[in-house]
């Protein structure tokens, strides 16, 4: 079965610093991963999703099958990204996501 | 323009009431879906549905039953809350089973007291 891993539940960094939420999965085949956000009170939306290789917001994120990981990253971090951030697998034939525990990151001024 | 619309937003009710939250994707998509945000915001899956077919059904209470009278819509219904049916319920959607990206609906704030 296929699982996700957010290891750091709340993360806090300073306006301009550089930011990293950490995300490592399992799963035997080759999965879609993404990153989905989610602003106070407001629906999930999506961020990124892996096969696309773009960058959203300032964020990237890639694909490393050797480490398992698909970590989001941006090099200055802003307030208004203060939010929830959720790592998810799908299988390639798949339609449910599994979602990690997520990520509370703090922009603080 | 509302992509997934879910309502009510919030819901207060006490334990024992029967309640339903109701959903509605304008996007045309193909497949349909429920997840569960506990109190910890944890995430999970708990149905999905493909042009009115059940499709996913994980271990979900019997007192939770979606129904989908057309695949624009995807109801939840519960019946005999409990307290720990207390959470954030959001309705998804996307084109197909093994397709795109999901969208999500607002959430429904749901509270048993």
């Known amino acids: 079965a296929q699982r996700v891993t957010q290891p750091e539940k709340l993360l806090s960094v300073f306006k301009g610093a550089p930011v990293e939420l950490k995300c490592n999965y399992s799963y035997s085949g080759s999965p879609e991963l993404f990153w989905y956000v989610q602003y106070s009170r407001q629906r999930l939306q999506l961020l990124l999703r892996?096969?696309s290789r773009e960058s959203i917001k300032g964020f990237t994120a890639d694909l490393n099958k050797g480490e398992t990981s698909f970590h989001l990253k941006k090099p200055f971090a802003q307030e208004e990204d203060s939010a929830m951030y959720y790592c998810?697998?799908?299988?390639?034939?798949?339609?449910?996501?599994?979602f990690g525990e997520g990520t509370q990151l703090t922009v603080n001024p | 323009d509302t992509a997934v619309s879910q309502t009510p937003k919030y819901l207060v009710t006490q334990m024992g009431n029967d309640k339903s939250i109701k959903c509605e994707q304008n996007l045309g998509h193909d497949t349909m879906y429920w997840y569960k945000q506990d109190s910890k915001k944890f995430l999970k899956i708990m149905f999905s549905y493909n042009n009115k077919e059940l499709i996913i059904n994980e271990t979900v209470p019997n007192r939770f039953s979606p129904k989908s009278p057309d695949k624009a819509h995807l109801n939840l219904h519960i019946n005999s809350l409990e307290l720990g049916d207390s959470a954030v319920y959001f309705c998804?959607?996307?084109?197909?089973?093994?397709?795109?990206?999901?969208?999500f609906g607002e959430g429904s704030w749901l509270t048993v007291v």
């Open positions: 998804a959607s996307s084109q197909a089973a093994g397709g795109d990206t999901i969208y």
């Open positions: 998810a697998l799908r299988k390639t034939s798949g339609s449910r996501l599994t």
């Open positions: 892996h096969i």
